[in-house]
């Protein structure tokens, strides 16, 4: 059992910054690829970035290539860096733990309760 706990998110203005936290309580969360998928109000949700468990291998919704960064560090703890941010990218984002890295939330199966994130413009 994995258990993850978001934190960070917060109110923003277009163009401002924030970093979302994800800590794992996994014993080997180097064993685990990591995950940020967000959803917005009446929308599905959607994959956003991941990074692999092995050599941390980073993945990224085209609509926020550039602007996001996803890392992960030896404390448990994965991170998401959010730049440029737009209204559009207001939603609650979750953190998620899976075996093998993927751009699907099949690929996880371990979820944080979420965090929200709004852009105001």
């Known amino acids: 059992q994995v258990r993850l706990v978001e934190s960070g998110g917060g109110l923003v203005q277009a163009g401002g910054s924030l970093r979302l936290s994800c800590a794992a309580s996994?014993?080997?969360?180097?064993?685990?690829?990591m995950g940020w998928f967000r959803q917005a109000p009446g929308k599905e949700r959607e994959f956003v970035a991941a990074?692999?468990?092995?050599?941390?291998?980073t993945y990224y919704a085209d609509s926020v290539k550039g602007r996001f960064t996803i890392s992960r560090d030896n404390a448990k703890t994965v991170y998401l860096r959010m730049s440029s941010l737009e209204p559009d990218d207001t939603a609650v984002y979750y953190c998620?733990?899976?075996?093998?890295?993927?751009?699907?939330?099949?690929?996880?199966?371990?979820w944080g309760q979420g965090t929200q994130v709004t852009v105001s413009s």
């Open positions: 998620a733990a899976g075996t093998a890295v993927g751009n699907t939330s099949r690929n996880y199966y371990y």
């Open positions: 996994a014993r080997t969360f180097s064993n685990y690829a």
């Open positions: 990074i692999s468990r092995s050599f941390g291998v």
